[in-house]
């Protein structure tokens, strides 16, 4: 799972910058957690072929497709990003507002986050991100399971995030904001190992 750094102090994006290099962190009002170790080669053939299929549905279009590592601020309105207490590092998300996007960070909240779930990370991104993304209006948020070989997805209506939908890795799946992105499941799934977690 992922730890939390052992302190009583709130954390800044100030903090988090003087960190080793070598260590991946992320910040959840002030506590740090811990990322889980360097991901499995099926993690991030995964991660890497939806965020293809992303990208070239988007070439041309305002919207841009990124990959981890790169850090998402959700700071406070008006809270310099220095004071920034929450810095994450999705998977893979999807940013349309370019005044959200410098060559450093992103700030604010992204319109898609995918997570792809490793066994260290399946709860705290399930529970503890699913609230945080809610709470920052991330339009649509996947969970990607690749040892069940299952999507959870939430889409944000009337301002929060509803029961989620449990989808089979099969077959095509569009986002519900973005119709015009199209995932195709099969071509991902024939380079993964069958069985072999995903960390």
């Not at 779930?117 to 529970?127: I, K």
């Amino acid at each position: 799972m992922a730890l939390p750094k052992v302190s009583d102090r709130r954390f800044t994006y100030a903090d988090y910058l003087k960190w080793p290099d070598d260590e991946r962190w992320e910040l959840m009002d002030g506590e740090a957690y811990a990322m889980s170790p360097t991901p499995t080669i099926s993690h991030q053939t995964l991660m890497l072929d939806i965020a293809r299929q992303i990208a070239d549905a988007l070439d041309g279009a305002p919207c841009l497709a990124l990959i981890a590592p790169v850090d998402v601020l959700l700071p406070a309105p008006e809270e310099a990003d220095d004071r920034a207490t929450t810095v994450v590092q999705p998977d893979i998300l999807v940013v349309c507002d370019p005044e959200k996007i410098t060559e450093r960070n992103v700030r604010g909240a992204p319109d898609w986050i995918i997570e792809v779930l490793s066994p260290a990370t399946a709860r705290h991104d399930h529970l503890t991100k699913r609230a945080l993304y809610d709470r920052a209006v991330v339009r649509e948020y996947w969970l990607v399971h690749p040892v069940d070989r299952v999507i959870t997805v939430y889409v944000l209506k009337d301002g929060q995030y509803g029961g989620p939908e449990i989808a089979d890795m099969a077959g095509e799946r569009s986002p519900t904001i973005f119709p015009e992105i199209v995932i195709r499941w099969q071509p991902i799934l024939d380079k993964l190992p069958d069985g072999t977690p995903s960390a």
